[in-house]
């Protein structure tokens, strides 16, 4: 890049200053109206219409409700951008001014309260600054800029909907794939990990089978409460005694359903597993494991028949290419109020981000912003008391200077890709 180049991008970081006060606007308003999975029709339309008004050509309805927006600026590389946009069935209990007190139905057919726990408002707004930005910048980079609102990332199934939409078929194969997410770090703070960043993540929903009875009759039951009790407890112990110590994993029965009158034994109950890891092997082992001990504890409780096993969503392992995340914190470091830092371990959490670059053959590289109050943070860290955590109903990431730093690292980002 040019020094003439250089001075020109250093003038698009200096617009960001002047738009915060509608960026807050924006998040404030996305905050109190969060939309869960694959409903993100409001949000969706939010995005679309600022891209227009961006100039950048818009796609909508792709893998159901995402959205996709190339901002062409002559020929050079094609950056791929990208935000998440559903929402959690949380109720929110942060006390904010700007709580979320929306209701909604879930993919299980629940009525449930709705909160954005995860901070994907915060996303919409960083990319949504990102592509005006740019839009008002083209003498400062030479290509095109694919921005992506990808919905359903909590239940793994945005980006495979949208790549099952034709993305890879309808869209220019990008050079890479960017991508950002807000965590319980201090403020200001960017972290990055090459290589392995988060783990994979299996989900899925086992059906156990027993035979219903009064309840003053166990006699002639097959009592599938105590089935599913004995199971929960089983499984506890695949990470405790199954997996080696150099290796980890995390089994969690997240939900345990069954009966609805304490004198009625019910016929059946319904266990939500999550289960994750970070090596193939040890996914394998785990998961044939789950299966194993499920369908043994229904065999000794004589089950009327097996136990039945339903995906609810898979995430694989999001790896950051090595090179290609090197050149990136590069970039985003020299306009970042903090320089990034490295992280010393890989996150437990999941995403379904690596897809994309995985469909095109691309590398990708994505990093996490804080949003923590560092009063907060710091009092935390020396009293060993665990923070508000994404999917806490009490977590609520600091407004600024979080709004600004992801778009510094964002717009860096991508700058460090563009000609």
Known sequence: MTAQNISRSAKAFQMIDGMLP??????????????LSLQEVRTAGIAAKWLEACGAEVHTGIGKTGVVGLLKNGDGPVILLRADMDALPVKEKTGLPYASTATGVD?????????????????????????KILSDSRDSWRGTVMAVFQPAEEIGAGASGMLADGMVKRFPKPTVCLGQHLVPLPAGQIGYRPGTAMSAADSFEVRMFGRGAHGSQPQNSVDPVVMASATVMRLQTIVSREVAMMDSAVVTVGTIQSGLNENVIPDEAILRLNVRSFKEQVRQRVLASVKRIVEAEATASNAPKPPSFTVISQFPVTINDETATARTIDGMGKHASVAPVELPEPLTGSEDFGLFGTAWGVPSVFWLIGGTDHGIWQAAQEKGEPLPVNHSPFFAPLIHPTLKTGVQAMLGAAYAWLD
């Open 22 to 35: 509608e960026l807050e606007r924006i998040y404030l308003d996305l905050h109190a109206n969060p939309e």
């Open 107 to 131: 993919r299980f057919g629940q009525s449930v309260s709705i909160m954005h726990a995860c901070a994907h408002d915060m996303h919409v707004t960083w990319l949504m600054a990102v592509m």
